[in-house]
T-cell receptor, first 117, second 116 residues
Framework: DGGITQSPKYLFRKEGQNVTLSCEQN?????MYWYRQDPGQGLRLIYY???????QKGDIAEGYSVSREKKESFPLTVTSAQKNPTAFYLC????????????????FGEGSWLTVV | AQSVAQPEDQVNVAEGNPLTVKCTYS??????LFWYVQYPNRGLQFLLK??????LVKGSYGFEAEFNKSQTSFHLKKPSALVSDSALYFC??????????????FGTGTLLAVQP
């Protein structure tokens, strides 16, 4: 089945540790996104990538890093610099992000819970 | 700057009654508007979107939304609520000239509770 796969579903991080969340899509989508969800705050954009080997910071990029070595993969690393990482993380993707095609729908994965222990 | 407001944190409705989840937006130009639903511990599922054309948009699971340009609103509606509709609903907007970022701006979400 086509879709966006996030793993793991649950992840626990110790203080000072870096952790990586995986996101893989087989939809042949060009653009991929990472959002963070906290209760009562909606979704906030962390990073996004329009094409392979290129990505841009979103609204809350501090303490996070990403890579886009393959079209289908967009892993997110939560570094020790992120002081409040406990949240629900959502990966998303869409077709061609260029101007004039802003009506394209963004589709989401099932999310990953990250908890600091 | 573009923004989305969902004025109600929670909406309660009895099963079988009509439901409305409100959304207002602020964006320059003609907006692209979206509704998503999120069930507990799950990702967001796309319900419907308005791009252009008919102001009444029909989507998944019997939901519809009406684009009202003068009131800058895009309220989600369903004629007869089901208990299984209970979930968190997000409205989102993208400016027509959002450039290559294609970013969506989300509201804070409205929890819909349908009582049997």
């Amino acid at each position: 089945d086509g879709g966006i796969t996030q793993s793991p579903k649950y992840l626990f991080r110790k203080e000072g540790q870096n952790v990586t969340l995986s996101c893989e899509q087989n939809l042949n989508h060009d653009a991929m996104y990472w959002y963070r969800q906290d209760p009562g705050q909606g979704l906030r954009l962390i990073y996004y990538s329009q094409i392979v080997n290129d990505f841009q910071k979103g609204d809350i990029a501090e303490g996070y890093s990403v890579s886009r070595e393959k079209k289908e993969s967009f892993p997110l690393t939560v570094t020790s610099a992120q002081k409040n990482p406990t949240a629900f993380y959502l990966c998303a993707s869409t077709l061609t992000p260029g101007g004039g095609i802003s009506g394209n729908t963004i589709y989401f994965g099932e999310g990953s819970w990250l908890t600091v222990v | 700057a573009q923004s989305v407001a969902q004025p109600e944190d929670q909406v309660n409705v009895a099963e079988g009654n009509p439901l409305t989840v409100k959304c207002t937006y602020s964006v320059s130009g003609n907006p692209y508007l979206f509704w998503y639903v999120q069930y507990p511990n799950r990702g967001l599922q796309f319900l419907l979107k308005y791009i252009t054309g008919d102001n009444l948009v029909k989507g998944s699971y019997g939901f519809e939304a009406e684009f009202n340009k003068s009131q800058t609103s895009f309220h989600l509606k369903k004629p007869s609520a089901l208990v299984s509709d209970s979930a968190l609903y997000f409205c989102a907007v993208r400016a027509p000239n959002g450039g290559a970022t294609n970013k969506l701006i989300f509201g804070t979400g409205t929890l819909l509770a349908v009582q049997p």
